[in-house]
């Protein structure tokens, strides 16, 4: 008697979702950030005045952010 059901099916293969993580604020400005998918990725944020904007800043991590979705992180919805 060998009725052992051996169901091929792969359920390791759970899709994390990509987040923004910020990992250095300056007060309250994010400069530093990673995503949480991929450990090794640092967003740095740059900006455009001398002094440190909070929405300049999450912007330009936000926008480092999305283009590395697309490139590493290949969306489809
Ligand atoms: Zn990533």
Known sequence: MSAESASGKKD?????????????????IPVEATCTACAS???RAK??????NREEYQRSIQVQFDLHC???????D
């Open 41 to 43: 990725v640092v967003f």
């Open 47 to 52: 900006g455009v005045s001398h002094r440190p």
């Open 12 to 28: 390791t293969a759970r899709m994390k979702k990509p987040g923004l993580r910020v990992t250095k604020w300056l007060a309250e």
């Open 70 to 76: 697309k490139t590493a992180h290949l969306q489809n």
